[in-house]
């Protein structure tokens, strides 16, 4: 039986999150079970809940948004070159994300793509930063944004494979945040014995934890100038690309968004908007079907230009961004509550090119699909891991055959 005083310390956790309702359950769990949702309602602050329920009925307002048109081609680079020789490029990798959809139960960065050779995509990323690396004094640095669903697994793969070449000083690993789900009233939920059902808050803390976690002093102080952001899921994802640090250089821009050009109006992407020549990301999830296939006069999709999630941003814009807080979205996903099995539960997520409204001189850098965007999505069809391969290959062969 759990003490009096640990029931009526967890009441008063509950009451202000209107969660006495958890009390019933809580009445048939282990001491330490309820010690440990103790320590977990411990974390959150008083109005965390009243704001994920308020950011249940924010509707996104879009209709003052317009397609983003204004896109450079990349062209050779000098100043990218330099400031990567100079050390005063660095990357993050996000790779909080699970590879349930494609029917796998490790993290992402783990799906072996290649499995006969057994290369993962995490390894194919620090490979190409361990190819810049090679002949620098001061090899680039990365981190590694897991989430504490994968944070070991993926610790445990790097200590193993050696860093994948990388030096040991070079490779950071550091996890996200979480939050809590929400049920379809609106209440928070127990997963299993003592835990509040969890998951990955969304790839746009990622600033914060730089910051917070002493990653952004730590490169300050070594030189670093310009951070690039790219995704796990996509092999063709380049951690250091001369073209897009070029660029931001040259135009003293806060970011420089990768970009493609859309060919399919249900293809799930999120699409560059202006508003007040400010540059915004619609996401998919977010965009009315008739705006996804408006098309213009010619024929053309009305928006034409895809967020690929690879952003170069100057350290000062990273430095002003940390401290913003970033809407959050919602999507819903099946869950697993405990003694119910699965429900349809609320996700809140902050997204990454939220920052983007901020940043002042945005560029749009262009990019053919078939050198840049090979993301890893399903299981078959469209974006699986035979396609992602073929690209990736097909890529590889045309850098072999193609005149230096
Ligand atoms: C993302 C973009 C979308 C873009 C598309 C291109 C976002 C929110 N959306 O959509 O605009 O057109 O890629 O393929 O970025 N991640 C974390 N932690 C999280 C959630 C995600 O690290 O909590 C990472 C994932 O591992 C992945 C990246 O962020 O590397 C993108 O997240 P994902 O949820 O896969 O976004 P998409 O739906 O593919």
Same mark, same amino acid.
């Not at 009925?57 to 204004?70: A, F, G, I, M, N």
């Not at 002093?217 to 994802?237: D, H, Q, S």
């Not at 508003?275 to 006069?297: F, N, P, T, W």
């Given at each position: 039986?759990?003490?009096?005083?640990?029931?009526?310390?967890?009441?008063?956790l509950l009451?202000p999150f209107d969660h006495?309702?958890?009390?019933?359950?809580?009445?048939?769990?282990?001491?330490?079970?309820?010690?440990?949702?103790?320590?977990q309602l411990k974390d959150y602050s008083g109005d965390l809940l009243f704001r994920q329920r308020q950011?249940?009925?924010?509707?996104?307002?879009?209709?003052?948004?317009?397609?983003?048109?204004?896109?450079?081609?990349?062209?050779?680079?000098?100043?990218?070159?330099?400031?990567?020789?100079?050390?005063?490029?660095?990357?993050?990798?996000?790779?909080?994300?699970?590879?349930?959809?494609?029917?796998?139960?490790?993290?992402?960065?783990?799906?072996?793509?290649?499995?006969?050779?057994?290369?993962?995509?995490?390894?194919?990323?620090?490979?190409?930063?361990?190819?810049?690396?090679?002949?620098?004094?001061? &090899?680039? *640095?990365?981190?590694?944004?897991?989430?504490? %669903?994968?944070?070991? !697994?993926? $610790?445990?793969? =790097? /200590?193993?494979?050696?860093?994948?070449?990388?030096?040991?000083?070079?490779?950071?690993?550091?996890?996200?945040k979480m939050l809590p789900?929400?049920?379809?009233?609106?209440?928070w939920?127990?997963?299993?014995?003592?835990?509040i059902?969890?998951?990955?808050n969304?790839?746009?803390?990622?600033?914060?934890?730089?910051?917070?976690?002493?990653?952004?002093?730590?490169?300050?102080?070594?030189?670093?100038?310009?951070?690039?952001?790219?995704?796990?899921?996509?092999?063709? &994802?380049? *951690?250091?690309?001369?073209?897009?640090?070029? %660029?931001?250089?040259? !135009?003293? $821009?806060?970011? =420089? /968004?990768?970009?493609?050009?859309?060919?399919?109006?249900?293809?799930?992407?999120?699409?560059?908007?202006?508003?007040?020549?400010?540059?915004?990301?619609?996401?998919?999830?977010?965009?009315?079907?008739?705006?996804?296939?408006?098309?213009?006069?010619?024929?053309?999709?009305?928006?034409?230009?895809?967020?690929?999630?690879?952003?170069?941003?100057?350290?000062?814009?990273?430095?002003?961004?940390?401290?913003?807080p970033?809407?959050w979205?919602?999507?819903?996903?099946? &869950?697993?509550?405990?003694?119910?099995?699965?429900?349809?539960?609320?996700?809140c997520?902050?997204?990454?090119?939220?920052?983007?409204?901020?940043?002042?001189?945005?560029?749009?850098?262009?990019?053919?699909?078939?050198?840049?965007?090979?993301?890893?999505?399903?299981?078959?069809?469209?974006?699986?891991?035979?396609?992602?391969?073929?690209?990736?290959?097909?890529?590889?062969?045309?850098?072999?055959?193609?005149?230096?």
């Amino acid at each position: 039986m759990p003490s009096q005083k640990l029931l009526k310390d967890l009441r008063a956790l509950l009451e202000p999150f209107d969660h006495l309702h958890l009390l019933q359950e809580v009445a048939s769990l282990e001491i330490e079970e309820i010690k440990q949702l103790h320590h977990q309602l411990k974390d959150y602050s008083g109005d965390l809940l009243f704001r994920q329920r308020q950011a249940l009925s924010v509707k996104r307002e879009t209709q003052d948004l317009r397609p983003w048109l204004d896109v450079s081609i990349p062209l050779p680079s000098e100043k990218g070159e330099a400031a990567i020789f100079d050390g005063k490029v660095a990357s993050v990798i996000l790779a909080g994300g699970q590879g349930t959809r494609l029917g796998w139960s490790g993290p992402k960065a783990l799906y072996p793509i290649f499995p006969e050779q057994n290369i993962t995509l995490l390894q194919i990323l620090l490979q190409k930063v361990g190819h810049v690396s090679r002949g620098k004094a001061k &090899a680039p *640095p990365v981190a590694v944004m897991t989430s504490p %669903l994968n944070h070991q !697994a993926i $610790a445990k793969y =790097v /200590a193993h494979e050696d860093g994948c070449g990388l030096k040991q000083e070079q490779l950071i690993l550091f996890p996200q945040k979480m939050l809590p789900l929400l049920d379809e009233q609106g209440n928070w939920f127990l997963e299993k014995p003592g835990q509040i059902c969890m998951g990955p808050n969304g790839n746009g803390g990622v600033f914060n934890l730089l910051m917070t976690l002493g990653i952004f002093e730590k490169w300050k102080k070594a030189g670093i100038e310009y951070v690039t952001v790219v995704p796990i899921e996509n092999p063709l &994802a380049e *951690p250091f690309d001369l073209k897009q640090i070029d %660029l931001l250089v040259k !135009a003293k $821009a806060d970011v =420089v /968004a990768k970009c493609i050009e859309r060919i399919q109006p249900d293809e799930k992407v999120g699409v560059f908007a202006k508003q007040e020549g400010r540059l915004h990301v619609v996401e998919y999830s977010e965009m009315a079907e008739q705006e996804k296939c408006a098309l213009d006069a010619d024929g053309r999709l009305v928006w034409p230009y895809a967020n690929i999630g690879q952003f170069a941003f100057s350290m000062d814009f990273i430095e002003r961004m940390a401290t913003v807080p970033l809407p959050w979205h919602i999507a819903r996903k099946t &869950a697993n509550a405990w003694g119910k099995g699965e429900i349809s539960a609320i996700k809140c997520e902050t997204f990454l090119f939220d920052v983007l409204p901020y940043a002042k001189n945005p560029k749009l850098l262009l990019y053919p699909r078939e050198i840049s965007h090979a993301p890893l999505k399903n299981q078959s069809g469209d974006k699986s891991p035979e396609m992602v391969r073929a690209q990736y290959m097909h890529y590889h062969k045309s850098m072999i055959n193609s005149p230096s």
